[in-house]
C-alpha cells in the first residue's frame, strides 16, 4: 500500500511538474517569470524540462503551480486553444489588474487577483 501510494505521488510530481512547465510555455513565461510564480529558482525551472527537478506536493511551490495551471486552463477555454492570443492577453497592458498579466503573476497576490479575474470573466462568457 505505501508502495502504491509513492508510485502515485511521484507520478503525480512529474506530471504537475510538466503541466506547470508547459502552461508556462503557452503563457509566454520565461524561466525567470515561472520561477518566481512559483517560488522556486531559475536553475530549477531549467531543469524541469529535463525532469532533473519535480515540485513537492508538500511545499508551497505545488500550490502555486496548481493555480498556474487553473489560470491557463481558464485562459485557454476564454481563447479557444488560440496560443498566440493567450501569450498577447498575458503581455499587454490590463487596466483592471492594474500591470501587464505576465508581470503580475510573478507574486502570490498577483497570480491568485488574476485567476480570479480571468475566472470571473469566464463565468461571463
Known sequence: MAEQVAEQTAEDRRLVTDAVYRAGRVLGLTNQDLADALGVSRRS??????????????????????????????????????????????????????????????????????????DSNRALA
Not at 506536493?57 to 502555486?64: I, N
Not at 479557444?80 to 498577447?88: L, N
Not at 499587454?92 to 491568485?112: C, E, H, K, M, T
Request: glycine share 6%; charged share 30%; net charge neutral.
Open 45 to 118: 525551472v531549467e531543469r524541469m524540462k529535463s525532469g532533473r527537478f519535480q515540485l513537492d506536493p508538500v511545499k508551497k511551490e505545488w500550490e502555486l503551480a496548481l493555480h498556474l495551471i487553473r489560470l491557463f486552463r481558464s485562459l485557454d477555454a476564454i481563447c479557444a486553444g488560440d496560443e498566440d492570443v493567450v501569450r498577447q492577453w498575458m503581455r499587454n497592458p490590463n487596466d483592471d489588474l492594474g500591470d501587464v498579466p505576465r508581470a503580475r503573476i510573478r507574486s502570490i497576490d498577483g497570480l491568485i487577483s488574476t485567476l480570479h479575474y480571468v
